[in-house]
Each structure stands twice: as structure tokens, then as C-alpha cells.
């Protein structure tokens, strides 16, 4: 079993920056890539980024350039750097874990509120 779970969320200014966190613990060495997915009140959830086991990552567009995933594997850790936050970021921001073809992991979800 994977356990993950974020920290990093709150209430910042249009314009402004935040990291998410996600640790994983348990059956990491199972785990062949992470990413952060968010959902907006009334929406679906989406992905937002990526990064495999290789370090491979990629990001939905409306993020790209302002949002980076990286990974400490010695901390067991992936982060979600944020920058230039707009209002339409707001969303509850969950951490996945997939193991092998079809498992999915989630954390509990960190809110992230961007003021405009």
C-alpha cells in the first residue's frame, strides 16, 4: 500500500507562489510515476503535472511555465512549484501515485485559494 500526503496549500495573492508537498511512504518501490491533480469546485479533476520514474514530467498548458514538478527520492518527496498564481488555480490540489498499468494512490488534497 502507498500512503501520500500533501501540505503547502493556502491563501495567496493573484500573482503570487506557493510549493506543494507530497510524501510517500509504503510500497514506493512500486510506484512508477507521481503527479498533482486539482479540482474546482462544480469541475472534474484534472491533471496538472507529471514526472515518471525517469524523471520524464509534463504539464496541462494552462500551467506550463509557471508550474514545476520535481522529486527528492531520497526524501521520498515530489513538489509542485507554483508561480504566478492566478484566480483560476483555486482547487483542492491531490497528489497521485500510480503503480504499475492501472493502480492509482491519492492523497487527501491540500486547498489552494488564489485571491484576485
Known amino acids: 500500500q502507498v500512503q501520500l500526503v500533501e501540505s503547502g496549500g493556502g491563501l495567496v495573492q493573484a500573482g503570487g507562489s506557493l510549493r506543494l508537498s507530497c510524501a510517500a511512504s509504503g510500497s514506493i518501490s512500486s510506484i512508477n510515476a507521481m503527479g498533482w491533480y486539482r479540482q474546482a469546485p462544480g469541475k472534474q479533476r484534472e491533471l496538472v503535472a507529471v514526472i515518471t520514474s525517469g524523471g520524464s514530467t509534463d504539464y496541462r498548458s494552462s500551467v506550463s511555465g509557471r508550474f514545476t514538478i520535481s522529486r527528492d527520492n531520497a526524501k521520498n518527496t515530489v513538489y509542485l512549484q507554483m508561480t504566478s498564481l492566478k484566480f483560476e488555480d483555486t482547487a483542492v490540489y491531490y497528489c497521485?501515485?500510480?503503480?504499475?498499468?492501472?493502480?492509482?494512490?491519492w492523497g487527501k488534497g491540500t486547498l489552494v485559494t488564489v485571491s484576485s
Open positions: 497521485n501515485a500510480k503503480e504499475g498499468l492501472s493502480i492509482n494512490h
